[in-house]
């Protein structure tokens, strides 16, 4: 309850101001690398995201700052029933430079959910986004979660060209499986275009002690209207 305390509460700090401005959306603006942003699609349009030709996620727009998707893992067998996950994001407010949404997904078969809130500062070509998400799992006897922090900056070199940064933590909860105990640091491309975004970078969670400097991360988006 403490957790859903702390998500409506942000979700109700985005709402005090009630001045919106005329914002156009770009292929792949919804998100960064891996973490959401503020920013929503117009209505009537989607997006199609392969993450790693392993995960996929498609996303509708029902109404103008509203999302409502489909995730799943590439369904190579089976058990992949068992992460289809339903989700839907809400875009609260928005001006010039600052947008916040809430957002919330769930995974029936694995007795999962998560909730949300993310910030985003700046404009989509160079700002700042912070979330926090808490994970629960209710499927056992006693309700647990874990909280997550993300913290992530895109810039536009140019036009079609932008470098992404991001930075996740968990609070070392062994609750939810899923949530590793170490924080996560990306860093990516993202080349976009009219319809299509590509992205290219690499993760490595900052406790590894090993030779590897980041293991790769390749992600396609496709956004149709």
Not at 40 to 59: I, K, V
Not at 114 to 125: D, E
Not at 169 to 195: Q, V
Request: aromatic content about 20%; glycine content about 8%.
């Amino acid at each position: 309850m403490k957790a859903l305390k702390i998500v409506a509460l942000f979700s109700i700090l985005g709402c005090f101001n009630f001045y919106a401005q005329d914002w156009q959306y770009r292929t792949g603006d919804h998100e960064l690398l891996a973490m959401p942003t503020a920013y929503t699609l117009p209505a009537g349009t989607g997006y199609f995201t392969d993450y790693e030709a392993f995960l996929l996620n498609f996303a509708y727009a029902p109404l103008n700052r509203t999302h409502i998707g489909l995730f799943t893992m590439f369904p190579v067998s089976s058990d992949f029933i068992n992460t289809l996950t339903i989700g839907v994001k809400q875009n609260f407010f928005k001006s010039k430079i600052f947008q916040s949404a809430v957002y919330g997904t769930l995974t029936p078969k694995e007795s999962m959910y998560i909730l949300g809130a993310v910030f985003s500062l700046g404009k989509p070509t160079f700002g700042f986004h912070l979330a926090i998400s808490y994970a629960g799992d209710y499927g056992g006897e006693k309700v647990e979660g874990s909280f997550l922090f993300s913290a992530g900056a895109r810039y536009d070199f140019k036009e079609n060209f932008a470098g992404i940064v991001e930075y996740h933590s968990p609070n070392n909860s062994s609750a939810i499986e899923m949530l590793s105990e170490y924080s996560m640091i990306l860093l990516g491309l993202r080349f976009h275009f009219e319809y299509t975004s590509w992205e290219i970078g690499g993760f490595r969670p900052t406790s590894f002690d090993n030779d590897i400097v980041l293991y790769p991360y390749l992600k396609g988006t496709y956004y149709f209207h």
